[in-house]
């Protein structure tokens, strides 16, 4: 079968009050759309057109870099029938999915078993239904006595006697012979919404003793989103069909309730995730790790044995093999941090590398660093990195002390094992092995403290 693909996303959406094009609104990191176009990807369509209309720029740009989509735009939003008719003429081969842009729980499992009973039955159109009570706004799938398509009429069209009578839901997902794309211009404007129903299809093709037939899919997989609370339902379910995915694979889940993991994620056996962690991007975590409460982790790779610890934050780094970071730590794009490291509460760390068994365990700031492996960091240590213009950089090789709130003022090198006594302003490179010291001289005023208080008293 030579398929071709078109999938709505022109409409304004403005049930959901927002700036964004409907289409773009995320769900678990994602555009919905982007959801759509992955799970049409497996059929191996020779084409995939987005019809585009409502932030047509926004949309194509959002979708940029997706192999084999092309996108058309619907000059004016006339409705769903216009949207498909707008596609008609970049359409290839004999069979069309059509689906909306805004039914981001649709599974690539359920679009081929469509597809084959479509294809096996012979039908000119068929398309998906669900039955649940508890939904509004969708089509209503007519039926004669005797069961055969009729057509479908709007919710919002539809009377009480239909509401009762019909309680088959319409999904909004087609497949249809491209010959019978013809009557597309048959269908006429609706006189209450002036727009032209894709739906109206299914009427003109059962009329024309063509065969058209509907097939019940779960109610899950074609809830639409029109509203905000619609779009934290389907979120809702994505979030936890990750959740069930990672469970099955190995991973632990303290409170999944309370845990995002964006679909891009992939986790290790034997991590075990504690709640209100945000995973996302392109992170990867290793087996055996831990995410402590509270810590947000971003396009960021992390080895085996890894202990997060509470309330950190870490964007775009790498970190090696049973690492330990936080409580309250910081890593921000370009940190690298090896193996058997710590970085303790409140260090940030940014465009550095910190070496294997290397430790900086507490209130510091090191940006811009290269420091070897074995390397410990005194509480308080700062790297001055920022004259106001310029970025410089702090190279620390292995094996160095650094004592209690030294500054390191960028350009700066301190050479194998050398030692920073506590307190230090480095500005000058220090030579491997050498101590590097820079206080003034400590003097003890003997009595000084009895002397003031007897002053202050004579005053008096
Ligand atoms: C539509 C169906 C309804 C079905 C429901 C399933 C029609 C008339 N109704 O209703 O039977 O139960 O989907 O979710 O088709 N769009 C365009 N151009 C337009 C108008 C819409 O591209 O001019 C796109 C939208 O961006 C959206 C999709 O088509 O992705 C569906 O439009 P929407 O307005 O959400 O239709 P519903 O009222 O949900
Ligand atoms: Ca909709």
Not at 60 to 88: C, H, N, P, W, Y
Not at 425 to 452: D, E, F, H, M, Y
């Amino acid at each position: 079968m030579n398929l071709s693909v078109v999938i709505l996303a022109a409409g304004k959406g403005k049930r959901m009050k927002s700036r964004l094009p409907k289409v773009l609104h995320e769900a678990l990191g994602r555009p919905m759309l982007q959801y759509v176009v992955d799970a049409v990807k497996p059929l191996k369509p020779q084409k995939t057109i987005v019809v585009t209309g409502n932030g047509a720029e926004e949309v194509k740009k959002r979708m940029d870099g997706e192999d084999g989509l092309s996108f058309v735009i619907q000059k004016e939003l006339l409705g769903t029938g216009d949207a498909l008719a707008t596609a008609k003429g970049e359409l290839s081969g004999n069979t069309v999915l059509v689906l909306n842009g805004d039914c981001p729980l649709i599974t690539a499992k359920t679009l081929k078993r469509f597809l084959n009973k479509h294809s096996r039955n012979k039908n000119d159109l068929s398309f998906l239904s669900f039955v649940d009570d508890s939904m509004s706004g969708y089509g209503r799938i007519l039926r004669s006595e005797s069961g055969k398509v009729t057509g479908i009429i709007e919710d919002k069209h539809a009377g009480p006697e239909e509401k009762r009578k019909f309680k088959e839901l319409n999904g909004g997902i087609y497949l249809m012979k491209t010959g019978i794309l013809k009557y597309l211009d048959r269908i006429k404007k609706n006189g209450s919404s002036g727009e032209y129903y894709l739906t109206d299809i299914v009427e003109l093709v059962s009329k024309e003793g063509l065969k058209a037939e509907a097939y019940n899919c779960p109610a899950e997989e074609i809830r639409g989103v029109n509203t905000r609370a619609e779009l934290l339902e389907i979120s809702d379910v994505l979030k936890r069909r990750v959740i069930s995915k990672w469970m099955d694979r190995g991973v632990t889940f303290i409170a999944p309730d309370t845990s995002y993991i964006h679909t891009s994620v992939s986790i290790g056996r034997d991590t075990i995730i504690y709640p209100n962690t945000y995973l996302e991007g392109n992170t990867r975590i290793g087996n055996n790790c831990i995410v402590y409460p509270g810590s947000r982790i971003y396009d960021t790779i992390i080895a085996n044995g890894v202990i997060i610890k509470d309330n950190t934050v870490i964007e775009k780094s790498r970190i090696g093999n049973e690492s330990e970071i936080g409580p309250f730590a910081r890593l921000r794009p370009g940190s690298v941090i090896g193996r058997k490291a710590k970085i303790g509460n409140f260090v940030e760390i940014k465009k550095s590398s910190i070496g294997n068994g290397s430790k900086a365990s507490h209130l510091s700031y090191l940006g811009d660093a290269v420091i070897g492996s074995k390397v410990n960091i005194g509480a308080g240590t700062i790297t001055c990195n920022y004259d106001g213009k310029n970025k410089f950089r702090t190279i620390i090789e292995s094996g160095v002390f650094v004592g209690s709130d030294t500054q390191f003022v960028a350009p700066v090198k301190i050479g194998r094992d050398a030692f920073i006594a506590a307190g230090a302003t480095v500005t000058k490179n220090v030579p491997a092995g050498s101590l590097a010291i820079s206080r003034t001289k400590q003097q003890n005023l003997k009595g000084w403290v009895r002397r003031k208080q007897l002053k202050v008293k004579r005053q008096e």
